[in-house]
């Protein structure tokens, strides 16, 4: 996470959020859409495999995937994981309920789903960007799909967001010679002010907040 990018903020408070939940996440763990396994280090694991699909929105070349399936059904037998995590990549899937109905099937009973799914971040990796979720969406969907909500959480303050998309505009805006110069020390500077904003307005943290990048939230898997 560099403080002179426009991406800091949501990286940042997205891996502290992962960070909390993070302990409650062992044993055999399946990453759904790992991309380069970014969050791999916060977790205890016996085993940890990686799967992800070859035809999307992003280049593979810094990857760090293990097994490449169609996006439909796993390649796993049934009550194969203790658990799996899926960051940042079900608002790419547009299946959602069929995705979701095969992490049942590939958990062990009482198994654990942790996800993260943006409120709030532009559009990406077009064609595949399908959907945002709201807490109470995201929470009624889950429920849907027979799984039991153990803690939920929100990412990112009004202030970073406001931060994140003025810097996202401006650099998708700016030529690429201005932006290796002038532009990193105004994202620095904008970053730092934003965090300083946030020490001093302790409310921007109110889990009722209503503005923030992401959600995460980890469920249990039930019985159907």
Known sequence: MKRFTPSYLPQKRL????????????GKILDLGCGSKPYK???EYTKYIGIDTANSGHPHQDSAVDIYYDG??????????DAIICFQVIEHISNIDFTLSE????????GLLLITAPLLWPEHERPYDFRRWTSIGLKEHMQQANFEILRHSLSGTPFDVITAFA???????SPGKWRS???KIITWI???ATECLNKFDQRSFEENRTTYFDNIIICESRDD
């Open 167 to 173: 810097l996202d505009y401006l650099w998708s805006k």
């Open 15 to 26: 891996y502290q959020g992962i960070a909390k939940f993070s302990p409650m996440v062992k």
């Open 103 to 110: 992490c049942k099937r590939v958990l062990k009973k009482g």
């Open 72 to 81: 439909q059904e796993m390649p796993f037998e049934d009550n194969s994981f």
């Open 41 to 43: 280090e916060l977790f």
């Open 181 to 183: 110069k002038a532009l």
């Open 190 to 192: 904008a970053n730092t």
